[in-house]
Nanobody, 116 residues
Framework: QVQLVESGGGSVQPGGSLRLSCAAS??????LRWYRQAPGKERELVAG????????HYGDFVKGRFTIARGNARNTVTLQMNRLKPEDTAVYYC???????????WGQGTQVTVSS
């Protein structure tokens, strides 16, 4: 069983930055993504990166503000979020998809609040 441990959420003023991190335990290779869910809204994709780290994709709303990258440690991922807006307020979830078994795993979520 893979566990995803997230860190880095918190509160920030509009225009500020936060960096989220996620570490997936266990062996294997994983596509890693970040999703978010705001109150009363559906969960949406924020960003994703392949197991090799060579391809990334982002939700349309990101518009160059966020950067996803794989960490130096195996199966870790970071999400650097800049120029944050109040509408970025949500619970952010780390997601892993096994390229071997197609199994899916979710983290517990970390709150990001953007408010003045």
């Amino acid at each position: 069983q893979v566990q995803l441990v997230e860190s880095g959420g918190g509160s920030v003023q509009p225009g500020g930055s936060l960096r989220l991190s996620c570490a997936a335990s266990g062996p294997g290779e994983y596509v890693l993504r970040w999703y978010r869910q705001a109150p009363g809204k559906e969960r949406e994709l924020v960003a994703g990166i392949t197991s090799t780290g060579d391809v990334t994709h982002y939700g349309d709303f990101v518009k160059g503000r966020f950067t996803i990258a794989r960490g130096n440690a195996r199966n870790t991922v970071t999400l650097q979020m800049n120029r944050l807006k109040p509408e970025d307020t949500a619970v952010y979830y780390c997601y892993a998809w096994s390229v071997i078994t197609s199994a899916e795993f979710w983290g517990q979520g970390t709150q990001v609040t953007v408010s003045s």
